[in-house]
């Protein structure tokens, strides 16, 4: 699908959270609990209701205790503060991390930026009513509110949220020694133009990509490749790119050793904000020691089959539309397999 109105273009950077690379950690060899323990007092954690009303979750749905027991969903935020004084800052990446214990895998779904949701507070165009990009919940809200919102528009029991700033990506990529990425020649010389900008903002000297093909990336280049977005499918290949890059850094953060990943964290876990308690998070890191957890499976929101997705338009301005009882229904098998039935 392409859009007839282009969006102004907005720095982009890729969410990688920390947290989940302590989860990651906990797949490899050099994941232990003492040492993930040692490193969860330096999260940020912030207090939210576990009402199942406040959080938009509808009981009458989940009724079955086992899907809460097997299936831990949590809501990742990556934002672009700019000023958390001032603004909350827009979601612009937005996932679900799903740990199955059933099917002993965890699942990532992304969250188109550009989607249209409801039941949300309108603002600029969309202001006085209840729609708006669903890009917008943090700054409208912060945490709470966004579990809200995601529950309410995709029909989830979602309980937690993590969430980070942008601007540690680059640094993740380099301190995993980079990832292998195969890059298309359309999206070489868009990939050199944010290139160009990150370094100018880090005062470093620009490593450009000179041709396409399978090759060695490090942290600003695979920052360049992630924020394409107007080459291919756009907001839909974009996030496509940054599920790549994130699967190959997964990929290599389960093989560093302690004193690699303990630099790493103790620089980025003092920006993370979670609902979660210490506790929730040992216990779901054990379980994926225990369990030997390796498989990490993909999925995007809204897909891109016919009648799933649309181009919709507010007073002159683009939105993405979709189709919530088909996405919703993928999107309940992707996550809860065979028990999705469970789910009403």
Same mark, same amino acid.
């Given at each position: 699908m392409k859009k007839n109105i282009k969006a102004?273009?907005?720095k982009k950077k890729i969410?990688?959270?920390?947290?989940?690379?302590?989860?990651?950690?906990?797949?490899?060899?050099s994941g232990t609990l003492l040492f993930i323990n040692s490193k969860l007092s330096k999260v940020n954690g912030v207090s939210i209701s576990k009402k199942p009303s406040d959080?938009?979750?509808?009981?009458? $749905? &989940? /009724?079955?205790?086992?899907?809460?027991?097997?299936y831990t969903n949590i809501l990742l935020l990556g934002v672009d503060t700019r000023d958390?004084?001032?603004?909350?800052?827009?979601?612009?990446?937005?996932?679900?991390?799903?740990?199955?214990?059933?099917?002993?895998?965890?699942?990532?779904?992304?969250?188109?930026r550009d989607m249209l949701i409801d039941n949300i507070r309108g603002e600029g165009v969309t202001a006085g009513t209840t729609q708006d990009r669903i890009n917008v919940i943090y700054k409208e809200g912060g945490g709470q509110y966004s579990i809200k919102a995601i529950n309410d $528009? &995709? /029909?989830?029991?979602?309980?937690d949220y993590i969430k980070v700033n942008f601007g540690d990506f680059d640094k993740i990529v380099d301190a995993v020694g980079g990832v292998d990425i195969d890059i298309s020649s359309d999206e070489v010389k868009v990939a050199n133009g944010y290139i160009d900008?990150?370094?100018?903002?880090?005062?470093?000297?620009?490593q450009h990509l000179t041709h396409g093909g399978l090759q060695h990336l490090n942290g600003i280049q695979a920052l360049g490749y992630c924020r394409i977005r107007y080459v291919g499918n756009e907001d839909f290949q974009r996030t496509e790119r940054q599920r790549t890059v994130l699967t190959a850094v997964f990929k290599k953060l389960s093989s560093l050793n302690l004193v690699q990943a303990s630099s790493m964290l103790d620089t980025i876990l003092p920006d993370v904000e979670?609902?979660?308690?210490?506790?929730?998070?040992?216990?779901?890191t054990s379980s994926i020691i225990i369990n030997k957890t390796k498989t990490i499976e993909q999925f995007r929101l809204p897909e891109d089959k016919p009648g799933y997705n649309y181009t919709t338009t507010?007073?002159?301005?683009y939105f993405l539309g979709w189709n919530k009882a088909l996405n919703n229904a993928d999107l309940h098998k992707f996550i809860f397999e065979e028990d999705a039935s469970k789910v009403k």
């Amino acid at each position: 699908m392409k859009k007839n109105i282009k969006a102004k273009k907005k720095k982009k950077k890729i969410i990688i959270i920390p947290v989940v690379i302590l989860i990651i950690l906990a797949i490899g060899a050099s994941g232990t609990l003492l040492f993930i323990n040692s490193k969860l007092s330096k999260v940020n954690g912030v207090s939210i209701s576990k009402k199942p009303s406040d959080l938009g979750i509808k009981t009458q $749905n &989940f /009724d079955d205790s086992n899907i809460d027991k097997n299936y831990t969903n949590i809501l990742l935020l990556g934002v672009d503060t700019r000023d958390p004084n001032t603004n909350l800052g827009l979601a612009d990446s937005i996932m679900i991390l799903t740990i199955d214990k059933t099917h002993n895998k965890i699942k990532i779904t992304s969250l188109m930026r550009d989607m249209l949701i409801d039941n949300i507070r309108g603002e600029g165009v969309t202001a006085g009513t209840t729609q708006d990009r669903i890009n917008v919940i943090y700054k409208e809200g912060g945490g709470q509110y966004s579990i809200k919102a995601i529950n309410d $528009n &995709f /029909d989830m029991n979602i309980k937690d949220y993590i969430k980070v700033n942008f601007g540690d990506f680059d640094k993740i990529v380099d301190a995993v020694g980079g990832v292998d990425i195969d890059i298309s020649s359309d999206e070489v010389k868009v990939a050199n133009g944010y290139i160009d900008e990150v370094s100018k903002l880090q005062n470093v000297t620009p490593q450009h990509l000179t041709h396409g093909g399978l090759q060695h990336l490090n942290g600003i280049q695979a920052l360049g490749y992630c924020r394409i977005r107007y080459v291919g499918n756009e907001d839909f290949q974009r996030t496509e790119r940054q599920r790549t890059v994130l699967t190959a850094v997964f990929k290599k953060l389960s093989s560093l050793n302690l004193v690699q990943a303990s630099s790493m964290l103790d620089t980025i876990l003092p920006d993370v904000e979670t609902s979660l308690s210490k506790t929730d998070m040992l216990s779901e890191t054990s379980s994926i020691i225990i369990n030997k957890t390796k498989t990490i499976e993909q999925f995007r929101l809204p897909e891109d089959k016919p009648g799933y997705n649309y181009t919709t338009t507010i007073k002159g301005t683009y939105f993405l539309g979709w189709n919530k009882a088909l996405n919703n229904a993928d999107l309940h098998k992707f996550i809860f397999e065979e028990d999705a039935s469970k789910v009403k």
